[in-house]
C-alpha cells in the first residue's frame, strides 16, 4: 500500500507513525513525509481499485502474528495512524465488466425446441395431406401438403443454421456464424416462393381447362384436420416479445429469433391457406358443381402466402447490408455519447446487426483534453448498453483536435 503525494499525513505521533512503518512492510510512504497530524485529506480521496470493485479511502493487507487487519484511513484518527481494524476483505460491490456484458443467448435453446416441435407436427401432418389430396383430387389439398413441404424444409434449415450460429469465433470468422440465420431464413423465404409460383401455375390452367374431379368428403375432413393442426403449430411457435419504441432495441421478455419468426409467419400462412380449403371444400361438398373454387382458392391464398413471407426477406437483407437495425436511432446513440461530460465529438459511428436480435457498434470519442479517458468510456460504455443492449460494443477514446471540425470522414452522415 503506498501513500504518495506531497499532501500531509496526519496520525497521533511521529514514534507511531516509525512504529508502524516498521511493522507493516506493505505500507509504504514516499516523498518523505511532512509530518502534520492535523491533515488527512490525502488519504481518504484516495481511490482503492480491486477484483472485489473499487472503494474511496486507502487500504492493505496488514498480516502479524495471531491477526490478519485491513489498514484503512477514513478519518486518521484510530488506532496507531490511520490505522482501524476492518474486516479482512474489501466491501463487496457490483464489478465492471473488464471489455464486455454478459451475453444472454439461451433465447436459441428455446427456438431451437419450439422448431422442433413445430418440425414434427408438420411432417406428420404433411403425410396425411398429401394422402388427402390424392384421394380426394384436389389441387388445394396438395397446395396445403406442398406448402406444408416447404415449411418443413425451412424448419430444417432454421435448425442448422441455429446449430451453426452456435459454433464459437474462429479467426477466419472472428464474429462467429450468427449470420447463418439470416441465410437460413432468406433461403426458406425463397425456397417457399418457389414452391408457391408452381401451384399458382397449376391452379391457373386448372381454372381455364376445368378438366379436373374431386371428392367433397375427403377434402373436408383433411383441411378440417388442417385448420386444426396448423392452429397448433401456431402457438408453438408463437413469441412474446415486444419492442419499447422510441429508439430502444430491447423488448420485454426475450428477443425474437429471425427463425421462429420466419417459421411462425410461415404457419400464419398454412393456416390461412388451410382454412380457405375447409371453406372451399365446404361450398364444393355442398355445391359440388362448384368445384372451381378449388383453384381459385389456390391462386388466392398463395398470393397471401407471398405477401405474408416479404417482411422477412426485408429484414433478412437489411441485415446483410449493413443497414441500421430495427429500434435503433442513429442520431439518439450519437446524443447519448454527446450528453457524457467531457465528450466533444463522436465520428465513425457504426451500428449493424449480426442477426435480427443481436446488434453491434463501434464509434470513436473525442473527448476534451484533460478528461479522464477511462472515465469517459466507463460511463459511455455503461449508458449506451443500458439503453440499446449491443451485442458487440468497439469504442475508441482520442483527445479532441480543432482539425476534426473539418474532416469529412469525421462528419456523421447526412441522412
Not at 455519447?337 to 435480427?356: E, Q, T
Given at each position: 500500500?503506498?501513500?504518495?503525494?506531497?499532501?500531509?499525513?496526519?496520525?497521533?505521533?511521529?514514534?507511531?507513525?516509525?512504529?508502524?512503518?516498521?511493522?507493516?512492510?506493505?505500507?509504504?510512504?514516499?516523498?518523505?513525509?511532512?509530518?502534520?497530524?492535523?491533515?488527512?485529506?490525502?488519504?481518504?480521496?484516495?481511490?482503492?481499485?480491486?477484483?472485489?470493485?473499487?472503494?474511496?479511502?486507502?487500504?492493505?493487507?496488514v498480516?502479524?502474528?495471531?491477526?490478519?487487519?485491513?489498514?484503512?484511513?477514513?478519518?486518521?484518527?484510530?488506532?496507531a495512524?490511520?490505522?482501524?481494524?476492518?474486516?479482512?476483505?474489501?466491501?463487496?460491490?457490483?464489478?465492471?465488466?473488464?471489455?464486455?456484458?454478459?451475453?444472454?443467448?439461451?433465447?436459441?435453446?428455446?427456438?431451437?425446441?419450439?422448431l422442433?416441435?413445430?418440425?414434427?407436427?408438420?411432417?406428420?401432418?404433411?403425410?396425411?395431406?398429401?394422402?388427402?389430396?390424392?384421394?380426394?383430387?384436389?389441387?388445394?389439398?396438395?397446395?396445403?401438403?406442398?406448402?406444408?413441404?416447404?415449411?418443413?424444409?425451412?424448419?430444417?434449415?432454421?435448425?442448422?443454421?441455429?446449430?451453426?450460429?452456435?459454433?464459437?469465433?474462429?479467426?477466419?470468422?472472428?464474429?462467429?456464424?450468427?449470420?447463418?440465420e439470416?441465410?437460413g431464413?432468406v433461403?426458406?423465404?425463397?425456397?417457399?416462393?418457389?414452391?408457391?409460383?408452381?401451384?399458382?401455375?397449376m391452379?391457373?390452367?386448372?381454372?381455364?381447362?376445368?378438366?379436373?374431379?374431386?371428392?367433397?368428403?375427403?377434402?373436408?375432413?383433411?383441411?378440417?384436420?388442417?385448420?386444426?393442426?396448423?392452429?397448433?403449430?401456431?402457438?408453438?411457435?408463437?413469441?412474446h416479445?415486444?419492442?419499447?419504441?422510441?429508439?430502444?432495441?430491447?423488448?420485454?421478455?426475450?428477443?425474437?429469433?429471425?427463425?421462429?419468426?420466419?417459421?411462425?409467419?410461415?404457419?400464419?400462412?398454412?393456416?390461412?391457406?388451410?382454412?380457405?380449403?375447409?371453406?372451399?371444400?365446404?361450398?364444393?361438398?355442398?355445391?359440388?358443381?362448384?368445384?372451381?373454387?378449388d383453384?381459385?382458392?389456390?391462386?388466392?391464398?398463395?398470393?397471401?402466402?407471398?405477401?405474408?413471407?416479404?417482411?422477412?426477406?426485408?429484414?433478412?437483407?437489411?441485415?446483410?447490408?449493413?443497414?441500421?437495425?430495427?429500434?435503433?436511432?442513429?442520431?439518439?446513440?450519437?446524443?447519448?455519447?454527446?450528453?457524457?461530460?467531457?465528450?466533444?465529438?463522436?465520428?465513425?459511428?457504426?451500428v449493424?446487426?449480426?442477426?435480427?436480435?443481436?446488434?453491434?457498434?463501434?464509434?470513436?470519442?473525442?473527448?476534451?483534453?484533460?478528461?479522464?479517458?477511462?472515465?469517459?468510456?466507463?460511463?459511455?460504455?455503461?449508458?449506451?448498453?443500458?439503453?440499446?443492449?449491443?451485442?458487440?460494443?468497439?469504442?475508441?477514446?482520442?483527445?479532441?483536435?480543432?482539425?476534426?471540425?473539418?474532416?469529412?470522414?469525421?462528419?456523421?452522415?447526412?441522412n
Amino acid at each position: 500500500m503506498v501513500f504518495t503525494n506531497n499532501r500531509k499525513l496526519k496520525g497521533t505521533n511521529e514514534s507511531d507513525l516509525q512504529r508502524l512503518l516498521d511493522d507493516v512492510p506493505d505500507l509504504i510512504v514516499v516523498d518523505p513525509p511532512q509530518i502534520h497530524f492535523d491533515d488527512c485529506d490525502l488519504l481518504h480521496s484516495r481511490e482503492y481499485s480491486g477484483t472485489s470493485g473499487s472503494l474511496t479511502g486507502s487500504y492493505g493487507t496488514v498480516t502479524s502474528p495471531g491477526a490478519h487487519r485491513v489498514v484503512f484511513c477514513v478519518h486518521g484518527k484510530a488506532q496507531a495512524i490511520c490505522c482501524g481494524e476492518l474486516p479482512p476483505e474489501p466491501p463487496i460491490m457490483d464489478p465492471e465488466p473488464h471489455c464486455h456484458f454478459t451475453r444472454k443467448e439461451g433465447i436459441d435453446k428455446k427456438a431451437r425446441r419450439k422448431l422442433i416441435i413445430a418440425s414434427t407436427l408438420c411432417v406428420m401432418f404433411m403425410i396425411a395431406e398429401v394422402i388427402g389430396g390424392v384421394l380426394s383430387g384436389s389441387l388445394a389439398i396438395a397446395t396445403d401438403a406442398a406448402h406444408l413441404l416447404t415449411d418443413f424444409a425451412s424448419f430444417m434449415i432454421s435448425l442448422f443454421s441455429l446449430w451453426v450460429a452456435s459454433r464459437p469465433p474462429t479467426r477466419q470468422m472472428s464474429f462467429g456464424w450468427y449470420r447463418a440465420e439470416v441465410i437460413g431464413a432468406v433461403t426458406s423465404v425463397l425456397l417457399i416462393w418457389v414452391v408457391t409460383g408452381i401451384l399458382v401455375y397449376m391452379a391457373v390452367l386448372r381454372i381455364l381447362y376445368e378438366d379436373f374431379e374431386i371428392d367433397a368428403t375427403i377434402m373436408l375432413i383433411t383441411s378440417g384436420l388442417g385448420v386444426g393442426v396448423t392452429l397448433v403449430m401456431g402457438l408453438s411457435l408463437h413469441q412474446h416479445g415486444h419492442s419499447h419504441g422510441g429508439g430502444s432495441s430491447h423488448s420485454h421478455g426475450e428477443k425474437e429469433n429471425i427463425n421462429v419468426r420466419a417459421a411462425f409467419i410461415h404457419v400464419i400462412g398454412d393456416f390461412i391457406q388451410s382454412f380457405g380449403v375447409f371453406v372451399a371444400a365446404l361450398v364444393i361438398y355442398y355445391k359440388p358443381s362448384w368445384r372451381i373454387v378449388d383453384p381459385i382458392c389456390t391462386f388466392l391464398f398463395s398470393v397471401l402466402v407471398l405477401g405474408t413471407t416479404f417482411s422477412i426477406l426485408r429484414d433478412a437483407l437489411q441485415v446483410l447490408m449493413e443497414g441500421m437495425p430495427r429500434g435503433v436511432d442513429f442520431l439518439e446513440v450519437m446524443n447519448t455519447f454527446l450528453r457524457i461530460d467531457g465528450v466533444v465529438r463522436v465520428h465513425n459511428l457504426r451500428v449493424w446487426a449480426l442477426s435480427l436480435d443481436k446488434t453491434a457498434l463501434s464509434a470513436h470519442l473525442a473527448i476534451r483534453p484533460g478528461a479522464s479517458p477511462q472515465e469517459i468510456l466507463k460511463l459511455a460504455t455503461r449508458n449506451v448498453h443500458d439503453k440499446y443492449h449491443f451485442f458487440e460494443m468497439t469504442l475508441q477514446i482520442e483527445e479532441f483536435r480543432e482539425d476534426m471540425e473539418d474532416c469529412n470522414q469525421c462528419k456523421p452522415p447526412l441522412n
